[in-house]
Structure formats: C-alpha cells, structure tokens
C-alpha cells in the first residue's frame, strides 16, 4: 500500500524491523507474498535512497528458492543490477541460489549489456539508455536508470585515482566527460568529504 500510494516513509517502521520466521500456522502467508514483500520493500528503500537496504531485499527476492522462476524475480534482478552500479560501480555476481533461468534470460537483457558498459561517460551511457528507453519506462525502471548514469562521473573518478599520482582538473573533465572544472572540483569535494576517496586540490588545480 505504501509504495502503490507512494507513501514510502511510511513502510520504515516494518522495513526496518528484520523478519526471522513466518509461523504459517498463524497467518495466510505464501511463498508469493514474501517475494511480494521484499519486492515492494526494495523499491521504497530504493526510492528513499538506502540503497543497501534496497539490495539486500531485491537479493531475498532474487534468490528465494522455487521449482520455477516468478516474473516478479526478474524483476528484482533487473533493479538490483541498476541498485549495484550505484553502489559499486558494477554489477556482482547473482546471489547464491539464484535460478540459472533468471541467469541467462539476465544475459539476453539490456540490462545486462548496460551494467557491462558501466562506467562510462554520461553521454556514452545516455546514448545506451535511449536506445531501449521505452522499455525501461514501461518496467518502471527510466528514473533509477537515471540516477545510475548520474552517479558514473564518481565511479570514473574513483578509477582515475587508482591510475594516475596526479591529474589535472581540466584533465578529469575531459577524461570523465563533464562539462566543467568548477564541477568536476564539487563533484571531488564531494567524494572527500564523503570518505570515498583520499585526495586534495591545490590552487592550480591539480589533484593529488
């Protein structure tokens, strides 16, 4: 209900709590309402921007054990792919017991061949995303794609780091694709104060 509303602060109080055991003795509860659950869990959480809360409920979904996949599985993994490139810049492997069916029709997703092509470029990644923009929009998935692509700049600067000793401003700029040095200086500003990254900008902008 929360998530159908979009009252997605809403469902914290019971998103937060961990769930240990379902005694079925004392409720209807299915095996279709657990996948249901985490489902719409992942997605609030994700709205919210706890995007590790959000993997580890789009994980539960994903890797529930069944004779046969559900549609709202691939679902999640699709969306839990999307939620990994922001939190670490790729996609890990599928959890464990992940159905081999979920796998390969994965593979065969532009999901899958967008997360491969992650990190690149904002205009490099847009161009991707277009190409297959109807169906994204269509699986709700257009506005999360969105923030993966925004988020890039941050995962090519994290790699730039492990590269070079120093670089430039205008040299990230253009290595990263954007625009300016004042955002390229922000967007690194940022990063140090968010302990993602160790580094200092001297007056002439050189990064170190």
Same mark, same amino acid.
């Given at each position: ?66 004779? *046969?996949? @559900? ?8 969306? !839990? /792919?999307?939620?990994? =490139?922001? &939190?670490?810049?790729? #996609? ?57 692509? *925004?988020? @890039? ?8 780091? !492990? /590269?070079?000793?120093? =670089?430039? &401003?205008?040299?990230? #700029? ?35």
């Amino acid at each position: 209900m929360c998530v159908t509303t979009r009252h997605y602060t809403a469902a914290l109080p019971i998103l937060t709590v961990p769930i240990l055991i379902v005694d079925t003795n004392l409720s209807n509860l299915h095996y279709n309402d657990n996948l249901l659950y985490h489902y719409a869990g992942g997605i609030a959480l994700g709205v919210l921007k706890r995007w590790r809360e959000a993997e580890e409920f789009f994980k539960i979904v994903v890797s529930t054990p069944a004779q *046969a996949t @559900a549609a709202i599985q691939f679902e999640a993994l699709k969306k !839990l /792919t999307l939620v990994q =490139l922001i &939190l670490y810049g790729k #996609a890990l492997p599928p959890p464990k017991y992940t159905n081999s069916v979920l796998i390969k029709l994965m593979k065969n997703s532009p999901y899958f061949n967008f997360s491969k092509l992650y990190p690149r470029t904002i205009s490099k990644l847009t161009a991707s995303a277009t190409k297959d923009e109807e169906l994204y929009r269509t699986e709700k998935n257009w506005g999360l794609l969105q923030q993966t692509i *925004a988020r @890039a700049p941050q995962w090519l600067i994290k790699k730039l780091t !492990l /590269t070079y000793l120093t =670089l430039g &401003l205008g040299d990230i #700029a253009s290595l990263i694709g954007v625009a300016t040095e004042h955002e390229v200086r922000a967007l690194i500003l940022d990063m140090i104060e968010s302990d993602e990254i160790t580094a200092s900008i001297s007056v002439d902008g050189t990064v170190t």
